[in-house]
T-cell receptor, first 114, second 110 residues
Framework: DAGITQSPRHKVTETGTPVTLRCHQTENHRYMYWYRQDPGHGLRLIHYSYGVKDTDKGEVSDGYSVSRSKTEDFLLTLESATSSQTSVYFC?????????????FGAGTRLSVL | GENVEQHPSTLSVQEGDSAVIKCTYSDSASNYFPWYKQELGKRPQLIIDIRSNVGEKKDQRIAVTLNKTAKHFSLHITETQPEDSAVYFCAASSGNQFYFGTGTSLTVIP
C-alpha cells in the first residue's frame, strides 16, 4: 500500500461541533483528494489539492473546507458537523493530475455525527 | 461535470463463470478509466485501468474494454473465484478530477 495515513480512523461527534480529519502521505505526490463514500453514491469528491496552498472544490464541497500547508498533509475540516456528514471519508493521492493520475487510497475514516 | 453510470448494482455468479460490469460516461473529454475493487471494510484498490487511446487491456483474468464512440467501458472477470467477491467501482477522469460510478457488489458463489 502507498504511504498514506488517515487519522483518526473512527470518530463520533455531536451536531454543531467542528471536526478535522488528517491525511498524511510519505510519497511526495503532488495531488491529494478527499472523498466521502455513502451507500448508493459511490465515492464523491469533496475537495482536492494540486500543491501546497493550492486547492479546489469537488462535487460535494458544501460544509467542508481544506488546507494544505505542507506537501505531506491535507486536512479536511467540517466547521459545524451535521448528521448528513456521517460517512466514510477517504483520502487519495496521485503523482500527477494528467497522464499518470493513478490514485491510491488511504484506509478511510468512519465519522458518525449524532 | 462528468456523470458516470454503473450497472448492475449487484451481481451473483457461480464460481468459474464470467462476470461483466458496465459503465457509461457523459464527458467526451474523459481519457482515463480506472477500475477499483473494494473488499468489505477496506480501501478501494486499483485493479486495472485503460486510457482513451486503447480499446482493450487485459491482465490475467481481468480485462477492460473501452468504446469511446458510445462512451462506455466494461470490466470482464473470467474464471471467477470466491476471492473476487467485493464491490467494484468504475471511474472516469479527464485530468484533475475523478468521477466514480455507484459500485457493483459482486458475489461469487462457490
Amino acid at each position: 500500500d502507498a504511504g498514506i495515513t488517515q487519522s483518526p480512523r473512527h470518530k463520533v461527534t455531536e451536531t454543531g461541533t467542528p471536526v478535522t480529519l488528517r491525511c498524511h502521505q510519505t510519497e511526495n505526490h503532488r495531488y491529494m483528494y478527499w472523498y466521502r463514500q455513502d451507500p448508493g453514491h459511490g465515492l464523491r469528491l469533496i475537495h482536492y489539492s494540486y500543491g501546497v496552498k493550492d486547492t479546489d472544490k469537488g462535487e460535494v464541497s458544501d460544509g467542508y473546507s481544506v488546507s494544505r500547508s505542507k506537501t505531506e498533509d491535507f486536512l479536511l475540516t467540517l466547521e459545524s458537523a451535521t448528521s448528513s456528514q456521517t460517512s466514510v471519508y477517504f483520502c487519495a493521492i496521485s503523482e500527477t493530475g494528467l497522464a499518470k493520475n493513478i490514485q491510491y487510497f488511504g484506509a478511510g475514516t468512519r465519522l458518525s455525527v449524532l | 461535470g462528468e456523470n458516470v453510470e454503473q450497472h448492475p448494482s449487484t451481481l451473483s455468479v457461480q464460481e468459474g463463470d464470467s462476470a461483466v460490469i458496465k459503465c457509461t460516461y457523459s464527458d467526451s473529454a474523459s481519457n482515463y478509466f480506472p477500475w477499483y475493487k473494494q473488499e468489505l471494510g477496506k480501501r478501494p484498490q486499483l485493479i486495472i485501468d485503460i486510457r482513451s487511446n486503447v480499446g482493450e487491456k487485459k491482465d490475467q483474468r481481468i480485462a477492460v474494454t473501452l468504446n469511446k464512440t458510445a462512451k462506455h467501458f466494461s470490466l470482464h472477470i473470467t474464471e471467477t473465484q470466491p476471492e473476487d467477491s467485493a464491490v467494484y467501482f468504475c471511474a472516469a477522469s479527464s485530468g484533475n478530477q475523478f468521477y466514480f460510478g455507484t459500485g457493483t457488489s459482486l458475489t461469487v458463489i462457490p
